[in-house]
């Protein structure tokens, strides 16, 4: 009876041993993995204590693991270890863990492979110290065959636990990856400690097997069971891969902020409505002016505009139709519909719906919307082309007030041909030296004398002839070139202002106009202290123009920059005045030297509003010791009303046109060879 007892109690401890191990096994692993991904902010010795504490978890859990397989497989052999031996042991396989953790966290295929393995052989080599130091006088054997496969376990398990953690572990909004990897690590240590403990022969006693109540069984049994628990792990792997890479796809086609599908998404959609033949039309619809109220108020209200503007546009549409969020405010309908009425109906009750007020935060906002529609297969058969045309229709609603339906035609297209023509030569024109500058003069009409000359760009094409800037220019500023196109010139201008200087022609400031562009590619300090240096040129001697938008654009990152050019002793110009986002607030932090009046204040300056405008600014810059130009000067009238405001400086038709070099230094355009041009003082 006492012994049926002691052998049910050793039979639940037995039990109890293996579920202990099991979960030793499985929190080692995952707080090991825990600690060695966490991302410390501190320094490199904060960053590297991680990994080390994440590897003594995982090894003394390794350890531990091999002790309860030991106790509970083979029970009535007394462990006798000395704490030499623990130690060394825990400190083999502890580095093994911290190697594989710092071979992981530098994220390359051959690192990711070798780490693995480098775990197994810590694990083997600890569990062969353990073995043969059980007690003194005892052999313990082996079999060679069960041996590499239970090896072999913990290469397979460490390899595609470290396979997973790496490439699923950055994944956002919902992940699996830790917990999967310490299941398939920590199984991988259990199954090896019970497979090649069981596998054991210890002689030195003269009945071994009935001491370590070895089974018996044959390898083949151990292979199945090895071989069995390898296509579990790697059927969880497979599965786990599958799983998460459908919710990765799903995290990328998916806008986090109207729960939209994005552009990635498009491709997908677009090419299986055009194999299920059910694509008829594509509508892109883009809210008008919603960067002054991102600006304004803030991107968090932006965002919260752009997510109440998505809404009322999915409540519009038909369940066999697609809307995809593109980029920033500008959203995508993909639809079967190709009726133009029908479809034009529609999409203007969307602008409708879209104009609608809304509450948002305490706020009462208000924005319209443009859309540009393009139809299949009348203007393309495939994805890109009817986006490019789609895109092209939306950009003409813009251009002609907005808050517009416009579909696609052939005018259009003619324009985007054109446009796509003149973006290709214009990559090469800098290149070909198709570039030239001309100069209108500034005129000081109180000394009847030039005050300084206004640098503009020209473009002359080899077969289309001399391309408006007001066509190219924008052009240019969309693909960046404008930034190249800028240092070229503010070179040439520069060296042609010091030849005039030393030549005694002419000894005044030339201004060259800056694109936002060139602010944005933290280079304007630079191209500006090059081209002085290189020319010799003195800062005083160069002026750059920039527009109200550019100074309210980003006023931290545009002041400070004009501020670094300032400080080279050249002169700023605030061109277009009055025209742009609101900078009357804040002008006097703006570091300018200049106003210029705009010309189309000047254009109507026989109107009481429009010189009240101009008698106001006058008097702002006198206010704020500002010199003023007036732009568009085209007649006397115009050019004696200025002056007797106070407007000194004055630029415009009336005193001379754009000219080439020559012209300017031919000195023909002077005022003092026109006597009839004479304006005097009241």
């Keep these: 009876m006492i012994s049926v007892l002691v052998t049910g109690l050793t039979e639940n401890w037995n039990g109890i041993l293996v579920v202990l191990s099991l979960s030793v096994a499985l929190i080692s692993a995952y707080i090991g993995l825990v600690l060695a991904t966490v991302k410390s902010r501190t320094g490199k010795g904060t960053k590297r204590l991680y990994p080390a504490v994440a590897a003594l978890v995982l090894g003394t859990g390794t350890w531990l693991v091999h002790v309860m397989s030991l106790l509970s497989y083979h029970h009535r052999i007394s462990l006798d270890y000395t704490p030499s031996v623990v130690i060394l042991a825990i400190v083999i396989v502890s580095l093994s863990a911290y190697i594989m953790f710092s071979l992981f966290a530098r994220r390359k295929p051959l690192t990711s492979r070798i780490a693995g393995a480098v775990f197994g052989l810590g694990v083997t080599l600890m569990s062969a110290l353990g073995l043969f130091a059980l007690r003194p006088g005892l052999f313990v054997g082996v079999d060679p065959v069960v041996g590499i496969f239970s090896v072999g376990i913990l290469f397979v398990s460490s390899y595609f636990a470290l396979y997973v953690l790496g490439n699923f572990h950055r994944s956002t909004g919902f992940s699996l990856s830790k917990p999967v990897a310490s299941l398939i690590l920590g199984a991988g240590i259990f199954a090896m400690q019970y497979t090649v403990l069981g596998s054991l022969r210890i002689d030195g006693f003269h009945s071994a097997t009935a001491v370590l109540g070895y089974t018996g069984l044959p390898s083949s049994y151990f292979i199945a069971g090895v071989s069995a628990l ?80 998505a809404q009322r546009i999915r409540m519009r549409i038909h369940e066999r139709e697609a809307l995809f969020r593109m980029d920033g405010d500008e959203f995508l309908l993909v639809g079967a519909e190709k009726d133009p009425n029908l479809l034009l109906e529609r999409v203007n009750r969307m602008l409708e719906e879209i104009s609608r007020p809304y509450m948002i935060e305490g706020n009462e906002l208000y924005v319209t919307a443009s859309a540009g529609i393009s139809l299949f297969p009348i203007h393309g058969r495939d994805r890109a082309t009817l986006l490019k045309a789609a895109d092209a229709a939306l950009d003409q609603a813009k251009a002609s007030g907005k808050d517009k339906t416009v579909f696609f035609n052939a005018g259009i297209g003619g324009q985007l041909s054109r446009k796509m023509e003149l973006e290709k030569d214009l990559r090469l024109a800098l290149e070909h030296g198709q570039f030239f500058i001309v100069y209108q003069p500034k005129w000081d009409a109180r000394r009847g004398k030039e005050a300084g000359f206004e640098a503009l760009l020209r473009w002359r094409h080899p077969e289309k002839g001399v391309v408006s800037p007001g066509e190219f220019i924008p052009i240019a500023e969309e693909t960046g070139l404008i930034v190249p196109m800028t240092r070229w010139m503010l070179g040439e201008v520069c060296r042609l202002n010091k030849r005039w200087h030393d030549e005694g022609k002419f000894k005044v400031c030339i201004s060259v106009n800056m694109s936002y562009r060139v602010f944005e590619s933290m280079t304007i300090f630079d191209m500006v202290d090059e081209a002085l240096r290189s020319s010799g040129l003195p800062g005083p001697m160069l002026e750059l123009e920039i527009t109200e938008s550019i100074a309210m654009k980003n006023m931290t990152i545009t002041l400070s920059q004009l501020q670094r050019v300032r400080d080279l002793g050249v002169q700023v110009s605030m061109d277009d005045f009055g025209t742009g986002h609101s900078s009357l607030g ?73 000219m080439l070099p020559e012209e300017v230094e031919a000195g023909a355009w002077r005022i003092d060879s026109a006597p009839s041009h004479t304006v005097r003082a009241d």
């Design 586 to 658: 804040r002008l006097d932090e703006i570091p300018v030297d200049t106003l210029k009046i705009d010309q189309s204040f000047v254009k109507s300056s026989d109107l009481a509003s429009k010189q009240a405008l101009i008698v106001g600014i006058i008097g702002i810059a006198r206010l704020l010791d500002l010199e003023v130009v007036a732009e568009g000067v085209e007649t006397a009238e115009q050019a004696e009303f200025l002056l007797s405001r106070g407007c000194i400086l004055m630029q415009g038709y009336y005193y001379g046109r754009p």
């Design 230 to 309: 390898i296509s579990v792990i790697l059927a969880i792997t497979w599965i786990f891969m599958v799983f998460e890479r459908r919710t990765l796809k799903q995290i990328a086609f998916l806008d986090p902020l109207t729960g939209l599908r994005n552009r990635y998404a498009l491709a997908e959609e677009s090419d299986r409505r055009l194999t299920e033949e059910r694509l008829g039309s594509m509508v892109l619809i883009n809210l008008d002016r919603f960067k002054v109220i991102n600006d304004t108020l803030g991107r968090d209200l932006g965002d919260l505009l752009l997510a109440h503007a």
